[in-house]
């Protein structure tokens, strides 16, 4: 399976704090984008970065890429309560997509 | 408003019933695509369609079907779901596939 994996599987942090969560995948990529999921909803885009970039801000959110680590991170800066929720790296390759497995946050009010 | 409609929310049937799950979209997207996720297993992808009458295989399509007569509808079939094809389901649209999804909300399916 090329599926990228997050980790940690789960964070708990306290409201205000960052949150840092990882995504390591297998193969080449397109671009690589990072989603959020609130309980059983439809997962929400959050940020993508082309596979020729090494860093991209949103808001509250970092993402960065290494390509030849193959891997990536999320950053939330400043966390919210709001912010608990899962969320998923998707690679693209070709005109595939692959998710991972996830890494639920939980943010402390 | 942009959205990814997916009926029905949840559907419980028997084994060997022939059902289908309908999935629009109204952005004029071409690539559209389904996912099951299962816990543990993250979301893997069953079929993807990049434009009209053209579909390929993801990486569980055993077992569904799909179709793309329309650039706007993507339906999934299960022409003989089993218990094993229980799970949460959710399709997703992208201009030409190269960037961010618009998911739906997904379909809750269990096989009895």
């Known amino acids: 399976s090329q599926q990228g994996e997050e980790d940690p599987q789960a964070l708990s942090i306290q409201e205000g704090e960052n949150a840092t969560m990882n995504c390591s995948y297998k193969?080449?990529?397109?671009?690589l984008q990072w989603y959020r999921q609130n309980s059983g909803r439809g997962l929400v885009h959050l940020i993508l970065i082309r596979s020729n970039e090494r860093e991209k801000h949103s808001g509250r959110l970092r993402v960065t890429l290494d390509t030849s680590k193959k891997s990536s991170s999320l950053l939330i800066t400043a966390s919210r309560a709001a912010d608990t929720a899962s969320y998923f790296c998707a690679t693209n390759t070709g005109n595939q997509f692959y998710f991972g497995t996830g890494t639920s946050l939980t943010v402390i009010p | 408003e942009a959205q990814v409609t997916q009926n029905p929310r949840y559907l419980i049937t028997v084994t060997g019933k022939k059902l289908t799950v309908t999935c629009s979209q109204n952005m004029n997207h071409e690539y559209m695509s389904w996912y099951r996720q299962d816990p543990g297993l993250g979301l893997r992808q069953i079929y993807y369609s990049m434009n009209v009458e053209v579909t390929d295989k993801g990486d569980v399509p055993e077992g569904y079907k799909v179709s793309r007569k329309e650039k706007r509808n993507f339906p999934l079939i299960l022409e003989s779901p089993s218990p094993n094809q229980t799970s949460l389901y959710f399709c997703?649209?992208?201009?030409?596939?190269?960037?961010?999804?618009?998911f739906g909300s997904g379909t809750r399916l269990t096989v009895v």
């Open positions: 997703a649209s992208s201009f030409l596939g190269y960037y961010g999804y618009t």
């Open positions: 193969t080449s990529i397109n671009n």
